[in-house]
């Protein structure tokens, strides 16, 4: 069965880190761009951040550059998010999703999505 799955996240207070992983199973993740997306209640869905399939391109929502580091290393067929200084705004459920080589805004291009995992940041 080809899917992804997150683990980490959890409950962290505000100006807390917390890291995600992301790994593939049934398929390598060698030629896919992966990219975190979240969701909180009463939001639409919005992307946080993406690198691409060689890790040679990466980006971030204006919201969480400079605290949320995306990077993956592809012998463990895993890509990992760090959300460093975490705020109560960033508690949602974030998923990730990949797609060939390249990443892009457009949902529709991604053909395997995580379960996701819920991040909450509250003291």
């Known amino acids: 069965q080809l899917q992804l799955v997150e683990s980490g996240g959890g409950l962290v207070q505000p100006g807390g880190s917390l890291r995600l992983s992301c790994t593939a199973s049934?398929?390598?993740?060698?030629?896919?761009?992966i990219g975190w997306f979240r969701q909180a209640p009463g939001k639409e869905r919005e992307g946080v951040s993406c690198?691409?399939?060689?890790?040679?391109?990466?980006n971030y929502a204006d919201s969480v550059k400079g605290r949320f580091t995306i990077s993956r290393d592809n012998a463990k067929n895993t890509v990992y998010l760090q959300m460093n200084s975490l705020k109560p705004e960033d508690t949602a459920f974030y998923y990730c999703?990949?797609?060939?080589?390249?990443?892009?805004?457009?949902?529709?291009?991604?053909?395997?999505w995580g379960q996701g995992r819920q991040v909450t940041v509250s003291s």
């Open positions: 690198i691409s399939s060689s890790g040679g391109s990466t």
């Open positions: 999703a990949a797609q060939l080589y390249y990443c892009s805004a457009d949902v529709s291009g991604y053909d395997y």
């Open positions: 049934g398929f390598t993740l060698d030629y896919y761009a």
